[in-house]
């Protein structure tokens, strides 16, 4: 069975300081990865996925993350912050079932000190 | 055009209710997929209904029950609520065809049982 693992409930970084949230999987076949952010009080927002085509993915908002199939990760990172980017990021893997269900992480805060 | 829709957005219940939660999927997406967040934890797969019929479920009770409707809109239902029923759940829809489609999500129901 597919899993991930988010290491750091919650990350606090500056304004304009870089973000690093970290992600690694269990998998016993070739994962499809994503990244979802939430909100407050709202639902999730796909920021990104992998799905094999290349190891480095971008996504929106200035994110991009790596698979590293050696090392089992798949971080997620900007180079900046921004007060807007404070929320919850999960990683989650999903299944290679027919109903291909996302397992999540545990999620990580992201607080952003101004 | 519009994205997944949840209906209603709070709900107040006592123990031992019952209540009905739905779902209408983005436009074109055929396939639903319903998720619970407990507070400070990651989404948890609960079932997914492609083709009106239950395709997978997750590891939940009998009292977790749902419903598709030809027009792929999706219900979920719960009996004999339980004060542990209290959380965010989540409606997530997609494309069943393609290997690559991931999951939109509605911004949740916010069930409270007291």
């Known amino acids: 069975a597919q899993s991930v693992t988010q290491l750091g409930s919650h990350v606090s970084v500056s304004e304009g300081a870089l973000v690093l949230l970290r992600c690694n999987y269990s998998s016993s076949v070739p994962p499809y990865l994503f990244w979802y952010v939430q909100y407050p009080n709202q639902g999730l927002q796909l920021l990104l996925k992998y799905t094999s085509a290349a190891t480095l993915v971008k996504g929106i908002n200035g994110f991009e993350a790596e698979f590293k199939k050696s090392e089992t990760s798949f971080h997620l990172t900007k180079p900046s912050a921004h007060m807007s980017d404070a929320a919850e990021y999960f990683c989650?893997?999903?299944?290679?079932?027919?109903?291909?269900?996302?397992?999540f992480g545990s999620g990580t805060q992201l607080t952003v000190l101004p | 055009d519009a994205g997944v829709t949840q209906s209603p957005t709070h709900l107040i219940k006592t123990r031992g209710q019952q209540v009905t939660l739905r779902c209408s999927p983005k436009s074109g997406h055929d396939t639903v997929s319903w998720y619970q967040q407990a507070l400070g934890q990651g989404p948890q797969f609960i079932f997914q209904?492609?083709?009106?019929?239950?395709?997978q479920r997750g590891n939940f009770p009998d009292r977790f029950s749902g419903h598709q409707f030809p027009n792929y809109s999706s219900e979920l239902n719960v009996n004999a609520l339980l004060l542990g029923d209290s959380a965010l759940y989540l409606c997530?829809?997609?494309?069943?065809?393609?290997?690559?489609?991931?999951?939109?999500f509605g911004d949740g129901t916010r069930l409270s049982i007291l």
């Open positions: 989650a893997v999903r299944s290679s079932g027919s109903a291909r269900q996302l397992t």
């Open positions: 997530a829809s997609s494309l069943a065809a393609g290997n690559n489609q991931p999951q939109h």
């Open positions: 209904y492609y083709e009106e019929e239950e395709r």
